[in-house]
């Protein structure tokens, strides 16, 4: 990369034409599915006509090469001289991929020594888009790994085209000053720090609210400061919580080429339908939840949706449907994958489980806890290994990567009529909406997403079964008693749950009854860790101020749940021996 090149301006050419080539790709699905749409025809034409521009303006020879040849391909498409065929979709949607590969590149190279290297790959694919035949239809084409070859050669006498790289300048200044009252860019590093000052400022105020000072005091004209500064506090943290949510549509669109591409995969015709993709949650969510979303896509694309033949036999339209659409919901975010498909086979669940040992028997197991098996890891009911999927890997990962964000995910599924799973989320993971419970003099916050419901036990529904310790029976199912006062070394807890709480949390096979001494009301907390002195602490995901100052500790359900049931399997082990 050249000495004296602009990184401020590089670093906005890669989060803008980034944007570009985003929204070229969505616009190229529309056109697969309505050839004759002329809007997506334009707006993919326009992304890659601006790439072009300003690449080439920047010194990105080879980008902006690449970007002329799909634009012309377009531009024939544009024109009527071609037809928009499935040889050519895939020849647009690869130039995309290309184009992504090339702003990765440049961003590389930003980062490290300024060397930037051209993708495997394209040489061939940029003779392959300028020669496109119809004829043909984009069949042949194969893609060797080409040498690695600098995005940046020094420019030649008569190679760039002054006069358009100006214009494209001049444009790039106009649309900069046209729009500079209505967006702003930040570095998220700023925006994190903003949220964090605010967080604390949060904390403070608490603190000062909290204070027995300020509740005992006859001064009403201070309280009512106090409280109106809370009011001001709040609202800011909104606001800036605000400026750190982006919206599912990007992810989204991913996932629509997710769906094509493995349908064209597996021989299938799918229509895929999105609802709620203008949903914000935290960005710092939206990478933690694209993976699992592109295994579950995959998954039900190529296991639950029928082959064409199979639907027909079964009385269905030969085109499946999958449907993602997110809400809200109890203060929360719920993404749901919905197909309609051939559903989870309770009997080949059962059997695999048996065979890996995951259960000993399915008597008085629900449909959903029979279900929840198949997130353990190397579970598969595939019959054969593809490409695609089978192996196994992958809902376990699924599992993984959402409760890193405090996530749950429920499944629902009839034989012949389809799958749901719904993932709940929370809109960020700075704050958390918590329920405040006390152990002893310990105060401990259980997130809100993972609570199902508390309640006081009649003796009637204890008792204590061998091989799984105390139980409790509520409508009909038989839940695990866990003491967290055992577990976390809590002293002066209450010992019988006749006299405390049980609270109900987790999901399917893993639904525990926790034990507690008392609720002291939801509450909404900044999360923060607990710092490099104390490391990490199973069980425990990170700890909150609360208003008297004092630290309380956010559980991390998922985690507390395995770490009992790691010391449960231990002491049966024992007692077997």
Known sequence: MADDVDRDLLSDFIAESGECVTNSESALLQLEENPTDEEAVN????AFHTV???????GLTRVAEFAHE???????????????????ADLSLRSVDMLKDLLAAVEKALASDGRCLL??????????????????????????VAASEDIFPVARDGEADAPAAAGQQANAKARTESSGDATIRVRTDRLDRLIDMVGELVIAQTIIAGDDTIDSTTQHELQR??????????ELQDLSMSMRMVPLRPTFQKLARVVRDTAAKAGKTVQFITEGDDVEIDRNMVDRLSDPLVHMVRNAVDHGVEPPQERQ????????????????????????????????????????????????????????????????????????????????VGMDVVRRNLEVIRGRIDITSAPGHGTTFAIR???????????????????????????HMSFRPEPSMLSTVAGKGEVVLLRGELMPIVRLHRLFGVDDAVQSPLDGLLMIVGDGNRRTALLVDDLLGQQQVVAKTLGEGLGKVPGV???????????????DVNETLSLVQTDDDSAHRRTAA
Do not use: W
Request: proline content about 3%.
């Open 43 to 46: 707006t993919v034409f326009r």
């Open 52 to 58: 072009k521009g300003t690449s080439a303006f920047l």
């Open 70 to 88: 799909a634009e012309s391909l377009l531009s024939r498409v544009r024109d009527k001289e071609i037809s928009y065929t499935r040889g050519c």
């Open 119 to 144: 993708p495997a790959g394209y040489d061939e694919l940029k003779d392959a888009v300028a020669g496109y035949d119809p004829a043909r239809d984009g069949n042949g084409v194969t893609l060797a």
């Open 225 to 234: 400061k106090v409280t109106h500064a809370g009011k001001i506090v709040r």
């Open 313 to 392: 036999a079964n009385g269905k339209a030969p085109m499946g449907i999958v449907r993602l659409r997110a809400y809200h919901a109890s203060g929360n975010v719920v993404v749901e994958l919905i197909d309609d498909g051939r559903g989870l086979h309770r009997e080949k669940i059962v059997k695999k489980g048996l065979e890996k040992k995951l259960i000993e028997t399915d008597k008085g197991m629900s449909d959903s806890d029979v279900f929840n098996l198949i997130f353990a890891p190397g579970f598969s009911t595939a019959e054969k290994v593809t490409d695609i999927s089978g192996r196994g």
């Open 425 to 451: 989320l929370p809109l960020t993971l700075a704050v958390t909406d918590g329920m405040l419970v006390r152990v002893g003099q310990e105060r401990f916050i259980v997130p809100l997403t993972h609570i």
């Open 541 to 555: 995901s990170g700890g909150a101020i609360l208003g008297d100052g004092r630290v309380g500790l956010i559980l």
